[in-house]
């Protein structure tokens, strides 16, 4: 449904994106993850026709985006960063107009600006200035407009930045709702978002795809990944270490935290075997007193910095680490 | 051109949604009377008819539209709301022409308000109507140009201000493009046709021709041009920003 190839754009000197290749179908949706200044909103930009691209190209619904723009825009839904909206207005005189622009006319126009507001629940506001509303309800309004003619493709920056836990709740439930019938992309800081609503995580930096798969398959570059934490009383730590380290599927066994005599100590599996069974097997045999036991399943903040962190940087990391 | 329309209620909304407009319409109506029958003399000229009153438009107009252009383009890109308008499913004309009517449209609005100067100058004595109807019209035009110009350099900036000052200094050159000053300076040095063209782009030669009361149709054509010229400016500007 939305088909990127070599999309590049470069602003002067400087280049944003450069040969993105992605296709998103319908029932996916993909989370557009990257550091800040990685390119993901002049993607974004590019595909909703907003910036022309320097080269490469982008369809949306078989309509290329910039020689076909206005039929392809009308099978997209799209939410800026930031949701800008005309603050003067009412959400209810904002959505009618979205909906006239849009091409419906009338009664069909006030239904689907009606239809929109109760799918983000903006009753409460309809009348009230956008200026005036919190961060909360303008970004619901500008949810509202993208999805108002029910577009089978959906482009949007950032969807729950700035609204608190309950919000993000139902705008998540909002987009797996419609993720069946549509091709959905959003870009997001939030790591929990890819796995709470993603069914696809494409991680960018330097405007390049550094990686690309189910947020299943990137936990699994983590080096969490199938990693077993113990908790267990401090002074069993050192023999606990050694035995540990000596089962055959275990690389590494790392300290995490001690505190009140209690400590909890990480193993680290070669190349994501399972260790769980050997090491809760270890432990009974042991008859070591642990209070907790657990497999990971990987964490993306760790793909995530891995994957974005330039060398530069790492190599700082690892300097003021060497250095403690 | 049913979304022409939509754009177009919207933006026509927004100047009334703001202080704005009522403060415009008012120091424009307070303005018209304070040039008509102080600086004037409106009545001790003892004339039945409305030059004076239409001989001070094109100043008026030269400070007062900008600052109803200035917002058309400046603002959308200051809140970020042109990211939305332009990536709706509207040729980008349709948005330059839905925006510059209805900008245009509250230009018509302050316009209008200034009858009760008519009615004066008809209680008063028998002035030729016919001759202030055109005067009105091509008021009307001339502000249309005005206007043109100004939303065309607002779609240059996020800043209004810029967007004023420049306005203001680009519609200067074309209100005294047939005044000495302009074409002294261009004598000295440039070809004959060149100077004829400068002046012929004058928008008092323009305005005095017609509220002099000959209706000539090439004024009204010289101010309608102008206006598809700059709309034409304006759209190929948007299609710009596109690329940078």
Redesign the interface.
Same mark, same amino acid.
């Given at each position: 449904m939305i088909e990127i190839e070599g999309l590049t754009k470069n602003?002067g000197r400087i280049s944003a994106v450069s040969g993105i290749d992605l296709r998103v179908h319908k029932g996916e949706v993909l989370g557009f993850l990257g550091p800040n200044g990685a390119g993901k909103s002049t993607t974004m930009?590019m595909i909703?026709?907003?910036? $022309?691209p320097t080269s490469g190209r982008v369809s949306i619904c078989g309509h290329d985006v910039e020689n076909d723009?206005? =039929?392809a *825009? =009308?099978k997209?839904g799209?939410l800026?960063? !930031?949701a800008?909206?005309? !603050?003067?207005?009412t959400p209810r005189?904002f959505l009618h107009?979205?909906a006239?622009?849009? !091409?419906f $006319?009338g009664a069909a126009a006030k239904a689907k600006a009606a239809e929109a507001a109760a799918k983000t629940e903006l009753e409460p506001v309809l009348e009230q200035p956008i200026d005036t509303l919190s961060k909360g309800f303008k970004r619901r309004v500008g949810l509202a *407009?993208a999805i108002l003619h029910d577009p089978p493709t959906l482009v949007m920056d950032e969807p729950t930045d700035g609204l608190d836990p309950n919000q993000k709740h139902s705008v998540r439930k909002l987009i797996q709702a419609m993720a069946k019938e549509k091709a959905i992309i959003i870009s997001t800081h939030l790591l929990e978002e890819v796995d709470a609503v993603c069914t696809r995580a494409v991680i960018i930096d330097k405007g390049r795809i550094v990686a690309d798969g189910t947020p299943q398959s990137l936990l699994a570059r983590s080096r969490h990944h199938n990693a077993v934490t113990l908790t267990l009383p401090a002074d069993l730590v050192p023999v606990a270490k050694e035995k540990l380290a000596a089962l055959p599927g275990v690389l590494s066994v790392e300290d995490v935290s001690r505190t009140n005599g209690v400590a909890t100590i990480t193993a680290f599996p070669r190349a994501s075997t399972l260790i769980i069974e050997d090491v809760s097997g270890l432990a009974s045999h042991e008859k070591w007193d642990v209070k907790e036991l657990y497999a990971e399943a990987g964490r993306l903040d760790e793909v995530f910095r891995a994957l974005t962190t330039h060398d530069t940087q790492r190599l700082r990391e690892r300097r003021a680490g060497a250095a403690a | 051109m049913k979304q022409a329309m939509a754009i177009f209620k919207r933006e026509f909304a927004a100047y009334f949604a703001t202080p704005l407009a009522y403060v415009f319409i008012v120091i424009f109506l307070f303005a018209m009377g304070a040039f008509t029958f102080y600086v004037g003399r409106f009545y001790e000229n003892g004339l039945a008819d409305l030059s004076v009153f239409f001989g001070y438009h094109p100043w008026l107009y030269l400070f007062l539209v900008p600052a109803v252009g200035m917002r058309l383009w400046a603002d959308e890109r200051r809140t970020g709301t042109v990211e939305l308008l332009l990536t709706l499913p509207i040729p980008v004309w349709a948005t330059v022409l839905g925006k510059f009517l209805a900008a245009w449209a509250f230009c018509a609005v302050a316009l209008v308000l200034t009858f009760p100067i008519w009615i004066t100058v008809n209680v008063l004595g028998n002035p030729d109507n016919g001759v202030i109807l055109a005067s009105y019209i091509g008021s009307l035009l001339m502000a249309g140009g005005y206007l043109a110009i100004s939303a065309a350099i607002s779609a240059t900036t996020d800043n209004q201000v810029i967007a004023f000052v420049v306005s203001v200094a680009v519609c200067f050159l074309f209100t005294i493009a047939g005044a000495a000053l302009v074409i002294d300076f261009f004598q000295l040095w440039a070809p004959v046709v060149l100077v004829n063209t400068i002046s012929s782009f004058s928008f008092l030669t323009h305005f005095q021709a017609i509220t002099s009361g000959v209706i000539d149709l090439r004024d009204l054509i010289f101010f309608a041009s102008l206006i598809a010229l700059f709309l034409a400016v304006n759209v190929v500007l948007i299609d710009l920003k596109k690329m940078s």
């Open positions: 602003f930009k909703a026709g907003y910036l $022309s723009t206005i =039929a *825009q =009308a997209l799209y800026p960063e !930031g800008p909206a005309y !603050g003067d207005m005189q107009f979205i006239r622009v849009r !091409g $006319s *407009q | -």
